[in-house]
């Protein structure tokens, strides 16, 4: 059976990087660094893999869409990158004992555009832009869970858009096999962001979808990451999330859903 609006493949694509994009780079990047030892903890590490992508976006009369497509990771003692995001890793702040601050200068794609023809309630609407983010993330890891801060800015000049995370994400090691990773977020979103990609401009505006203009507001987020660890090399992996949507966006009259979702899986080989 053909995947919903397979005649699209903008879409799909776009589909594809939105999904590998709100990942990041954990899910891969973490099950790779997962298999190396301690002596190799700063050593480069190149990771081979191929994923399976579905997600849900909150825009009425969307389908849910699912894709395959390559991955390739990569990290050493100063940058990382997976998916279609990258970091540069600055000098980290020790705190004493197993308390220490991780610093990032990061950049990744963010899919949230669209086209008028990706869903009903679009036509007749202006092409958002995708674009690219770029900002900083600190991570304070304390040996209970690891709290992330994170801002970032449209760096592709778009939507012009902010945005600030806050998470909370805790690793369990189920043996020297499993790893277990939940998550839980916040993301601010300023104004602009908000009313370029969900906001209706006037001549817009028509029956069944009024003219609106989007306000700042606050996702809510909750993942879980598992791994399995054949050996040192072979991994597969699963990361699942749920978005609930700040009511600034639910009000936008080209959404009807309260959550965004996503399924991420993958194997992963590390050389």
Known sequence: MPLPYASHPQLLTRLALTAVAALGLSAPL??????QDAKDAEASSWGLGLAAISAQKPYAGMDRETR????VTYENRWVRF????????????????????DFRLVARFDGSGYEADDAPILYGMAERKSGFLAGARATWHN???NLNAEWMADASGHSKG???GLSLERNFRLGQQVMLTPRL?????????????????????????A??????GVNTELSLRSAYMFDSHNSIF??????SLAKEIKNSPLVDRSTENRVFMGYLYRF
Do not use: I
């Not at 977020?185 to 979808?209: H, I, N, P, T």
């Not at 003219?211 to 700042?216: F, I, M, R």
């Open 211 to 216: 003219a609106y203009t989007g306000k700042a």
């Open 238 to 243: 699963l990361d699942v999330g749920v978005t």
């Open 30 to 35: 973490a099950v790779a660094a997962a298999g």
């Open 82 to 101: 997976g998916g279609l995001g990258a970091e540069l890793k600055l000098p980290r702040l020790d705190l004493g004992g197993t308390q220490h601050v």
């Open 143 to 145: 040996g209970l869970a």
């Open 68 to 71: 395959a497509l390559p991955m």
């Open 162 to 164: 902010q945005r600030f």
């Open 185 to 209: 977020g916040a993301v601010w979103l300023d104004k602009k962001y908000v009313d370029y990609y969900f906001g209706v401009r006037g001549d817009e505006a028509s029956v069944g979808r």
